[in-house]
């Protein structure tokens, strides 16, 4: 089955520490996203990447950095300069013909910081 | 002002009930509205979209634009208790980013 697979779903990380969160889609898309959701925000645009080895900052880039070496793959890693880590971090992706621009998501990875 | 409005809630309806959810928009640009729904602690789903103003049908599920008025709407027909979930609205320009809504939680109590 196509779709977006997110590893690890559940992470502790102690303050200092960088961590980095998988995603990997099989569903050819051009653009991959990170977003990050807490409760009663919505959803946060941290990351966008529309082709291989570009990718640009959303709304809340600070203290996160991304790679975009494969198509396939969009990794985020949360560093130790993001003060408030703990969320719920969600990856996208999109086929970028799409007129409606419709995200299709994977099943989250909520970060923790002990 | 968010661009985006959506109530949070939580909404909570007994089964059967014919469910509301709305959200509003500042930016008259926005062509294309989607409505998301999120089981706890999972990803969103799409559930359907629409372009422009004007109704679409999916089985229980009806979304409605009102483009005049900067309104959407998504109503859910005989709900059920799966249908609990967080509903996300969200909208985008040809192609562009898509805004969301913060999302209303919906419970359906049986």
């Known amino acids: 089955d196509g779709g977006i697979t997110q590893s690890p779903k559940y992470l502790f990380r102690k303050e200092g520490q960088n961590v980095t969160l998988s995603c990997e889609q099989n569903?050819?898309?051009?653009?991959m996203y990170w977003y990050r959701q807490d409760p009663g925000q919505g959803l946060r645009l941290i990351y966008y990447s529309q082709i291989v080895n570009d990718f640009q900052k959303g709304d809340i880039a600070e203290g996160y950095s991304v790679s975009r070496e494969k198509k396939e793959s969009f990794p985020l890693t949360v560093t130790s300069a993001q003060k408030n880590p703990t969320a719920f971090y969600l990856c996208?992706?999109?086929?970028?013909?799409?007129?409606?621009?419709?995200?299709?998501f994977g099943e989250g990875s909520r970060l923790t910081v002990l | 002002q968010k661009e985006v409005e959506q109530d949070p809630g939580p909404l909570s309806v007994p089964e059967g009930a014919i469910v509301s959810l709305n959200c509003t928009y500042s930016?008259?640009?926005?062509?294309?509205f989607m409505w998301y729904r999120q089981y706890s602690r999972k990803g969103p789903e799409l559930l359907m979209y629409?372009?422009?103003?004007g109704n679409k049908e999916d089985g229980r599920f009806t979304a409605q634009v009102d483009k005049s008025s900067k309104y959407i709407s998504l109503f859910i027909r005989d709900s059920q208790p799966s249908d609990s979930a967080t509903y996300l609205c969200?909208?985008?320009?040809?192609?562009?980013?898509?805004?969301f809504g913060a999302g209303t939680i919906l419970r359906v109590k049986s």
């Open positions: 996208a992706s999109k086929q970028l013909a799409s007129r409606a621009g419709e995200l299709f």
């Open positions: 969200a909208m985008s320009l040809y192609g562009n980013k898509l805004v």
């Open positions: 629409t372009y422009s103003s």
């Open positions: 930016n008259s640009a926005f062509q294309y």
């Open positions: 569903l050819n898309h051009d653009a």
